[in-house]
């Protein structure tokens, strides 16, 4: 091989895994139904829609019907969704070009590691960034659809049990996915190291 084809080896990005490419799939398709859904029932919205709620679960916040009152939930979960997949995108990069700033079980150990078996590690993290983000998408999505039976109730209550229980399934997500990450990451490394 020509010292040009090896430098351009070198430079390769990884290729993703089936489990990252289902996960990263998942993550656009939920956020594109998502949008479809707000956009589908934005018309049988009231004139006056919640904008925030009290600890009692009663909106003390209303704002005029408006595409970017309505919107603000999925704009910043998509944000979040954006920030988490680039995040996954970026974790190669990270590891290759500032190794320092990489915090990883046993870096030293990692780090000691050449880059073709530092490789095996990018699919357990992408997936673990891409379950976090499919997790914080699909736990909006469902406070964001709470919030719309609230503008279209009678009551205009709003559970802050079903909240608090969103917050809390997206934390049980995100430790689910690291402990996950950490078991595939702790085999991998004795795989390496012996």
Not at 5 to 17: I, Q
Not at 162 to 188: G, K, P, Q, T
Request: proline share 6%.
């Amino acid at each position: 091989m020509t010292v040009e084809g090896l430098l351009r080896e070198k430079h390769k990005p990884a290729k993703p895994d089936p489990e990252s490419r289902f996960l990263l799939l998942a993550n656009i398709g939920l956020l594109v139904l998502w949008l479809i859904w707000a956009l589908d029932v934005y018309g049988s919205l009231p004139a006056r829609i919640p904008l925030h709620f009290d600890a009692g679960g009663t909106p003390d916040r209303w704002g005029d019907k408006s595409i970017l009152n309505w919107l603000g939930l999925y704009l910043a979960g998509l944000g979040l969704a954006i920030i988490n997949l680039g995040c996954a995108f970026a974790i190669p990069v990270m590891i290759r070009k500032w190794p320092s700033a990489v915090n990883l079980p046993d870096k030293e150990k990692f780090l000691s590691l050449p880059q073709d078996a530092q490789k095996d590690f990018y699919p357990p993290l992408i997936s673990m960034a891409f379950w976090i983000a499919l997790s914080c998408t699909a736990v909006l999505w469902l406070m964001n659809y709470h919030i719309y039976q609230a503008a279209v109730s009678v009551e205009g209550g709003f559970s802050v049990v079903f909240a608090v229980v969103c917050v809390v399934l997206m934390i049980a997500a995100i430790i689910i996915s690291i402990v996950f990450f950490l078991r595939r990451y702790n085999a991998l490394m004795k795989k390496h190291t012996g």
